[in-house]
């Protein structure tokens, strides 16, 4: 269990870095500040997505919220 267990701690890590980065550009950490998220599988067959996270703002004070 000790791999899986590392694995995930390298995950949390990245994740924890990418937020921060986020934070000091003031952008959502999800959709990286455009406000939609476009899924891989629906890229051809639809169009982009509101953001869920920040409602479509594309704003790390929203996606906090």
């Not at 950490?29 to 899924?39: K, L, R, S, T």
């Not at 599988?41 to 594309?58: I, M, V």
Request: hydrophobic share 30%.
């Amino acid at each position: 269990m000790g791999l899986f267990s590392a694995i995930s701690e390298w995950s949390n890590g990245r994740y924890e870095k990418k937020v921060a980065k986020m934070r000091e550009l003031g952008k959502c950490p999800d959709c990286n500040g455009h406000g939609i998220e476009v899924m891989p599988y629906e890229h051809f067959f639809s169009s982009p997505y509101e953001c869920p996270s920040c409602a479509g703002t594309g704003q790390f004070s929203d996606w906090m919220k």
